[in-house]
């Protein structure tokens, strides 16, 4: 009886947190080139993932169908691009 009263409970969680989602066109739009990573951090939350190549570290927040990508070098927001954000 227990666990079965938890799992609506997780879905519901689940929910809310995907409404507060940081990935958003007003986030976004507060961003700019030569930002750091922390201060873009502190807007959009943590990245979903992040790769390196050559010294180029591309992040993405969001989902492949709604995101925003960001490539920093040393550090410091050198390209940026949105995707579906409302």
Not at 27 to 54: F, H, M, S, T
Not at 64 to 77: D, L, P, T, W, Y
Request: aromatic residues 4%; glycine residues 8%; charged residues 20%.
């Amino acid at each position: 009886p227990e666990t079965a009263m938890r799992l609506p409970l997780l879905i519901l969680s689940a929910l809310i947190l995907a409404a507060c989602s940081k990935v958003t066109m007003d986030n976004y739009n507060r961003l700019k080139v030569g930002q750091g990573y922390d201060e873009i951090v502190a807007v959009l939350g943590q990245p979903a993932r992040c790769d390196e190549v050559l010294g180029v570290r591309h992040c993405l927040w969001g989902d492949e169908q709604r995101n925003v990508k960001i490539g920093f070098v040393a550090g410091k927001a050198l390209t940026m691009s949105a995707n579906n954000l409302k």
